[in-house]
C-alpha cells in the first residue's frame, strides 16, 4: 500500500490527532443528486453514476487530507443512507425483495429505498406479489434521531438470519488506500442498528438477533485489520438515549466480543446528539481503544468523563458544533480543553466534530450572497476542518503558534454578540405583552366543530391533499431563471398564477372537497418564509441532505424574528378566487421553521420560536381576513424536535405547543385550522397533540399500514384526523381498493365523521403522471367509503 500522502510532508506541524466522524457526500454542488436521478430515469448508466460517486469520495478524502485531519474516515460515503447501507452489508433484506444471497445488485439496493413500479398483488404481509420485484414499497424512513436527515427502517423478522452480502465498507477503505489515504473506516454500531429497525413480528425484540449479527460485525472488523486499518469507528448513537439495563448489557457483550475477535483492531466508539448521562459507566468499562463525546450539545458531561475514564482510553472531544454553522469561538473552546491535555497527555486526545459534517453544507466561501459580516459569523464542514486543525496545532504547540486564527475566531465571537443587527426591541416587547388568552381558542372543538361544519358544508370523509403539487422541472427552471434576472417579476408571476390556476381547476374537476393552491411559488416549506422574515439568512449552496437526493438548504436565524409584511395572502387569495370550494391557506408551523433551519445560539430556542410564532400568528389573521376559511399550519418537525432525554421532553413539548397555538389561536371558530405531521412516531407526543387542539391533522401512515395511528386511538384523539392513504415516497399510484382497505382499517378504530381522506405528506417530490391517477383514486376511495357509511 502506497501512504504517498500521508509522507509527503516531511515536517508536519506537529498537532495532535484531529478527526471528522464523516463529511458530507451529496458533493459541493449536489453532483450525486443530479447523477442519482439521472440515473433513476435512465438518462446515465450505472458506471456513470458509480463514477461520480467515486469522485465526490476522492475530493472528501483530498480536502480532509488538505486541512491536516488526521483520522479521516471512509465508508462515510453512501449513494443512498447509511443505515440502508449497513442493513445490506449484513443482509438484512427482507425476502421479498428477491434476493438470492451473493452480492446485493444497486436494482435491489434502490428497490430498498424508493420501492418499485408495477402493479400491487394482494400479499398478506406486506402488499405486493411474491416473486416478482414490481411493485414493492420501500422500507419506511424516519428521522435519523432529532435531526432533519431521513434513514430506512431496516425490517427484521422473527428467526432473521445475517450474512456479509457488501463489503462496501472493505472496498472503501481499499479504494481509500490505494490512493495512499490511510482512513478510519465508520460503521453503524450494532446494538444502534437492531435498536434502529423494526420487526413485522408482534412482541419482538430486535435486540434478540445480536448474536446471530455479531459474527459479521467480527468478520468485517477481521478484514479492515487484515487490509491495514488500525482504527474504525464505531457508532453508537443510542448511548445518548435513555437505555434499559438488557440494552447497556448488549452493549458491553458486543465490545468484549470485539476485543476479543480483532484484538489488534483499534475501535473508536461515538456517542453523539447528546451526553452519556446513565450510559456513562457502560460506555467508559468497554474494551474500545477511543470513546469520543459530543461535546457541542453536552460540553457539562467531560468532568465526570475525565474522573471516571480509564487512563489508558483515548477521548476523543467533539468540540466542532456539526449540527450548527456558527463559527466556533477557539480561544474559549481551548480554555475548556487544555486542561485537558494538560492531565492526560496529548498522545490520548483527538480533537474532532461532535457528530458526522453531514448535517451542515459543504463551504462557505461557495456563499456569494451574504454579507461579509454575516459571513464572519459562519462556518461550514470546509471551514469547521480548519477550525479543528487549529485546535490540534494550539494543543500540540501552544497557543502562540496559532495567535492570529485565534484571534480572529475571537473577534468574529465578539462582533457577533455585540451587533445591534441582532436585537429587535420591537420583537421583545411584543413577546413580553403575550397573555395565556392569546394561546387558547375562544370556544372547545365540540362548539368549533359545529361552526365550521355549517360554514364548510363538506361531505364525510372529505378529501384534500397536503398542499404541495409537483415541483416539475419547468417549475424550478422559471424559478431558477427569476433568480438569475433572465425572466422579468412579471413574467414569473404570470408562469406561477397559470400553475396555480391549472392546479386549482383540476382539483375541482376531479372532485377534492378542500383545495390547495401548490406551493409553486414555494422554493421549500421554510426556506420560502425564511426569505420573507427579518432575522433570517439564506445561503445559495448550503444544501445539506435530507434523503436519498433530495436535499434542502437551511435558512439561518441570526436574530430576532419578525414579519414585514404577508407572506403567503396574495397567492391563496388568488387560488381562493378562482373555484368556490375552500381553498387551504398553507403556513409553516413555528416549531418546523425552528427545526429546520440553523438557530442563533444566544438566546433560548424557546424564544426564537415564539418569536417565529408571533409572526406567524399575524399571518393567519391576514388569511382569515382576505376570507380564507381553512388554514393549515405545518409541524412535521414537531416529533423530531423531541429531546433525546425523557427528562427533557415535557420542557420541550410545553413551549412547542404554546408557540403553535399561539400562531393558531387568533382566529374565529368558523376558522378551521389544519395540521399535518410526517415522518413520525406519535406516541411519545399524542398528549401533547391534543393539547395543539388542531381541528384537523392529517398524518403519514400508509408505509406503516394505518400502525402509525394507534397513538391517536390509544389516546381517543378527538379532533379531525387525516390518515394518509398514498405514499408519496413512492413513485407508484396506490389502486382505489388498497386506499378504501386503509380506510375500512382506519374506520374501525375512529368514528367515521372524524376521518379526512388525504395523502401521507405533500406531493412536490412527485410527478404529474403519477398524482393524477393517485388523487382520481383517492376521491373514488372517499366516495366508496361514503357509500358504505350511507347503506
Ligand atoms: N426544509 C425541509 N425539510 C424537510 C422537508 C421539506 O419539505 N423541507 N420535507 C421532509 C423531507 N422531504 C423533502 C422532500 C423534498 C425535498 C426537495 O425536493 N428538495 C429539493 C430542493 C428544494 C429547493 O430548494 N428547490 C429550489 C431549488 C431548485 C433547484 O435545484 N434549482 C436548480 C436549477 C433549476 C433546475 O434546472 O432544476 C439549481 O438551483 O441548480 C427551487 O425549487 O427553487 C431537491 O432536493 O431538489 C427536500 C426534502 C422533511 N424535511
Ligand atoms: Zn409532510
Redesign the pocket.
Known amino acids: 500500500m502506497s501512504l504517498s500522502h500521508t509522507s509527503s510532508s516531511p515536517n508536519p506541524p506537529p498537532s495532535v490527532p484531529t478527526a471528522t466522524l464523516g463529511v458530507p457526500r451529496i458533493g459541493p454542488?449536489?453532483e450525486l443528486?443530479t447523477a442519482l436521478e439521472a440515473f433513476w430515469s435512465g438518462k446515465i448508466g450505472q458506471e456513470a453514476l458509480l463514477e461520480t460517486a467515486a469522485g465526490l469520495r476522492v475530493a472528501n478524502w483530498a480536502r480532509q487530507h488538505a486541512a491536516g485531519i488526521a483520522h479521516i474516515p471512509s465508508n462515510d460515503f453512501s449513494l443512498y443512507d447509511q443505515v440502508l447501507d449497513t442493513a445490506v452489508t449484513v443482509g438484512a433484506i427482507p425476502a421479498a425483495y428477491g434476493w438470492k444471497g451473493g452480492p446485493v445488485s444497486l436494482e435491489t439496493y434502490f428497490a430498498l429505498a424508493r420501492g418499485t413500479e408495477g402493479d400491487v398483488e394482494a400479499c398478506a404481509v406486506h402488499g405486493h406479489a411474491h416473486g416478482s420485484t414490481s411493485g414493492l414499497p420501500a422500507l419506511e424512513m424516519t428521522?435519523w434521531f432529532d435531526t432533519?436527515y431521513?434513514y430506512l427502517v431496516p425490517e427484521f423478522s422473527r428467526g432473521q438470519e445475517f450474512a456479509l452480502a457488501s463489503t462496501k465498507i472493505i472496498d472503501e477503505f481499499r479504494e481509500a488506500a490505494a490512493l495512499g489515504y490511510r482512513t478510519r473506516p465508520v460503521l453503524i454500531g450494532p446494538v444502534t442498528f437492531l435498536k434502529l429497525g423494526k420487526s413485522r413480528d408482534e412482541a419482538f425484540d430486535t435486540l434478540s438477533l445480536l448474536p446471530g449479527l455479531l459474527p459479521v460485525y467480527t468478520e468485517i472488523l477481521r478484514r479492515l485489520a487484515a487490509h491495514g486499518a488500525d482504527w474504525v469507528q464505531i457508532d453508537e448513537p443510542v448511548l445518548s438515549l435513555d437505555l434499559d439495563d438488557a440494552t447497556r448489557a448488549a452493549i458491553a457483550s458486543a465490545y468484549g466480543m470485539f476485543a476479543r475477535a480483532v484484538p489488534g483492531l483499534k475501535i473508536q466508539l461515538t456517542s453523539y446528539f447528546g451526553a452519556l448521562g446513565d450510559n456513562r459507566a457502560t460506555a467508559l468499562s468497554l474494551p474500545v481503544a477511543g470513546l469520543h463525546l459530543d461535546l457541542a450539545r453536552a460540553p457539562g458531561q467531560l468532568d465526570a468523563v475525565l474522573a471516571e475514564a480509564p487512563a489508558g482510553l483515548v477521548l476523543s472531544l467533539g468540540v466542532i458544533d456539526g449540527r450548527n454553522v456558527w463559527r466556533a469561538n477557539l480561544p474559549a473552546i481551548l480554555d475548556r480543553i487544555e486542561p485537558v491535555a494538560a492531565r492526560r497527555g496529548t498522545d490520548h486526545l483527538i480533537v474532532s466534530a461532535s457528530c458526522s459534517l453531514l448535517h451542515v453544507p459543504y463551504d462557505l466561501t461557495l456563499e456569494t450572497g451574504l454579507d461579509a459580516e454575516l459571513k464572519g459569523w459562519l462556518a461550514f464542514a470546509a471551514q469547521k476542518l480548519d477550525e479543528l486543525s487549529i485546535l490540534g496545532r494550539a494543543l500540540a504547540q501552544g497557543r502562540d503558534a496559532v495567535k492570529d486564527e485565534l484571534a480572529a475566531s475571537a473577534a468574529a465571537a465578539q462582533t457577533r454578540a455585540a451587533s445591534a443587527r441582532i436585537h429587535n426591541p420591537a420583537v421583545a416587547t411584543r413577546l413580553a405583552a403575550v397573555k395565556p388568552e392569546d394561546t387558547r381558542r375562544a370556544h372547545p372543538f365540540s362548539e368549533r366543530r359545529e361552526a365550521q361544519r355549517e360554514a364548510l358544508n363538506l361531505p364525510r370523509f372529505p378529501t384534500t391533499t397536503i398542499g404541495?403539487f409537483p415541483?416539475t422541472?419547468e417549475?424550478?427552471?422559471a424559478?431558477?431563471a427569476h433568480?438569475r434576472g433572465e425572466l422579468d417579476n412579471a413574467g414569473y408571476d404570470a408562469f406561477l398564477r397559470k400553475e396555480t390556476a391549472d392546479t386549482v381547476r383540476w382539483q375541482d374537476e376531479i372532485g377534492l372537497d378542500v383545495i390547495v393552491h401548490g406551493e409553486f411559488e414555494?422554493?421549500?416549506?421554510?426556506?420560502y418564509f425564511g426569505e420573507l422574515l427579518d432575522g433570517y439568512a439564506f445561503t445559495?449552496n448550503g444544501?445539506v441532505q435530507?434523503?436519498g437526493?433530495?436535499?434542502?438548504?437551511?435558512p439561518v436565524i441570526f436574530g430576532d424574528v419578525s414579519r414585514p409584511q404577508p407572506m403567503s395572502v396574495e397567492w391563496i387569495a388568488y387560488a381562493q378566487s378562482l373555484t368556490d370550494k375552500p381553498v387551504k391557506g398553507m403556513l409553516t408551523g413555528p416549531v418546523?421553521m425552528l427545526q429546520?433551519s440553523f438557530v442563533r445560539d444566544d438566546i433560548l430556542r424557546a424564544d426564537v420560536c415564539r418569536q417565529i410564532a408571533l409572526a406567524l400568528r399575524d399571518e393567519v389573521a391576514d388569511l382569515e381576513a382576505a376570507g380564507i376559511r381553512v388554514i393549515q399550519i405545518d409541524e412535521?418537525?414537531i416529533r423530531e424536535g423531541l429531546p433525546l432525554r425523557k427528562a427533557d421532553w415535557k420542557h420541550y413539548l410545553d413551549w412547542a405547543v404554546e408557540s403553535f397555538r399561539l400562531t393558531s389561536s387568533g382566529v374565529r371558530d368558523e376558522t378551521q385550522i389544519h395540521t399535518h405531521m410526517?415522518?413520525s412516531e406519535f406516541n411519545d407526543i399524542i398528549d401533547a397533540i391534543g393539547a395543539m387542539d388542531a381541528d384537523v391533522i392529517s398524518i403519514e401512515t400508509s408505509r406503516s399500514k394505518m400502525e402509525l395511528l394507534d397513538a391517536f386511538i390509544t389516546y381517543r384523539y378527538p379532533n379531525e384526523i387525516g390518515p394518509g392513504v398514498y405514499d408519496i415516497h413512492s413513485p407508484r399510484v396506490p389502486s382505489v381498493a388498497e386506499m378504501v382497505e386503509l380506510l375500512e382499517k382506519a374506520c374501525q378504530r375512529l368514528a367515521a365523521d372524524q376521518i379526512w381522506v388525504n395523502p401521507d405528506?405533500?406531493l412536490?417530490?412527485r410527478k404529474w403522471e403519477e398524482v393524477r391517477p393517485a388523487l382520481i383514486n383517492l376521491v373514488a376511495a372517499a366516495r366508496i367509503l361514503r357509500e358504505e357509511a350511507a347503506g
Open positions: 454542488r449536489r443528486k428521522k432533519n431521513h404541495s415541483q422541472s417549475v424550478r427552471k424559478r431558477a433568480t414555494r422554493n421549500d416549506m421554510v426556506q445559495r444544501w435530507s434523503y437526493s433530495r436535499c434542502v438548504r437551511p418546523t429546520w412535521p418537525a410526517c415522518y405528506c405533500g412536490k417530490t
